[in-house]
């Protein structure tokens, strides 16, 4: 294919490379889960309840890093103890597709207190406390973009 042709082929977005698709959200399995080694298990629920994976790393965030992603909780009082925590170990990113991504996501995990999670959620399973819990989702489609270019370029993501 010479340059011009390249020039002239159409913008391939989403809905063009495949109609099909859902929409995203962006997940982190948190160092507790990690450490506890049940990010498979989790990996599993989630593939389960029907989210296809687009993009997966583990990875381990530096503390200014953390404080980066969790910026939107600066002025909170349990932001420096949650970018802390965060740092502490290894966490596995993930953006996950599915229709209503983001909302059914959010069903999945549970509250964010596990103590107030739903039976059977990723959070009533596995999480340890309020800040070690588990499980990050997105809450909103806005986030989840933001949230998955943080971790994701384009070439390590599924188009
Ligand atoms: P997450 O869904 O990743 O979004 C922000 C995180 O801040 C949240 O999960 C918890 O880990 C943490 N968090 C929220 N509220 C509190 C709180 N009251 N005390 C400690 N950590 C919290």
């Known amino acids: 294919m010479n340059q011009k042709a390249l020039i002239l082929q159409p913008k391939q977005t989403n809905e063009t490379l495949n109609p099909m698709a859902g929409t995203r959200t962006f997940t982190m399995i948190k160092p507790d889960a990690f450490e506890a080694g049940n990010a498979g298990a989790i990996l599993k629920m989630i593939e389960a309840a029907g989210f296809k994976i687009v993009a997966l790393k583990a990875t381990r965030l530096s ?12 002025e909170r009082p349990f932001y ?80």
Request: proline share 2%; charged share 25%.
């Open 80 to 159: 420096k103890d949650l970018c802390n925590y965060m740092s502490s170990g290894a966490i596995i990113a993930a953006i996950l597709e599915k229709e209503n991504a983001v909302e059914d996501f959010r069903t999945l995990i549970g509250a964010t207190n596990p103590a107030n999670a739903a039976e059977g959620t990723i959070r009533k399973i596995f999480a340890k406390s309020i800040e070690a819990n588990a499980v990050h989702g997105s809450d909103s489609d806005e986030n989840a973009a933001i949230e998955g270019s943080f971790f994701f370029n384009q070439y390590e993501r599924v188009l």
């Open 63 to 74: 503390p200014a890093l953390a404080g980066k992603f969790y910026e939107v909780h600066s």
